[in-house]
């Protein structure tokens, strides 16, 4: 047993997939794109402990940067990240895990993520 704060322990115990239910941004979903993007990757960061952190919702993050205009990915990331976050929305949406506010986040995300891709000139973004 722990009984002081330890950064880098992780309790393997906790398995889930990302974390519980996490209430949108105000306004969710009307609102200034870039501003909800911007508020949906930072409520999706670890908070205690980074180790903490997975794939899905490291994907989620990535992608909400993307569909804001913060990030660039090559077309590969582009895929790999929105299938992780497809698969994230999908398990959230389940009614197993009933986490309905972070599966809209993520769909919003992912909506954002293929506008952006659709308007780039030559269909491909560049890293």
Excluded: W
Excluded at 100 to 107: E, G, L, T, V, W
């Amino acid at each position: 047993m722990i009984t002081t704060y330890d950064p880098d322990y992780v309790d393997l115990t906790d398995r889930g997939r990302g974390f519980g239910p996490i209430d949108p941004p105000p306004g969710f979903p009307g609102g200034a794109k870039t501003e909800l993007l911007m508020a949906v990757e930072q409520l999706f960061k670890p908070r205690v402990n980074p180790k903490r952190d997975n794939s899905y919702i490291a994907a989620v993050r990535k992608l909400a940067l993307y569909g804001c205009g913060k990030e660039t990915l090559s077309k590969a990331e582009f895929q790999a990240n929105y299938a992780l976050a497809d698969e994230y929305e999908g398990i959230m949406r389940a009614p197993v895990h009933g986490h309905a506010s972070n599966a809209a986040m993520a769909r919003f995300v992912l909506a954002c993520a293929q506008e952006r891709l659709e308007k780039e000139s030559s269909g491909s973004i560049t890293g």
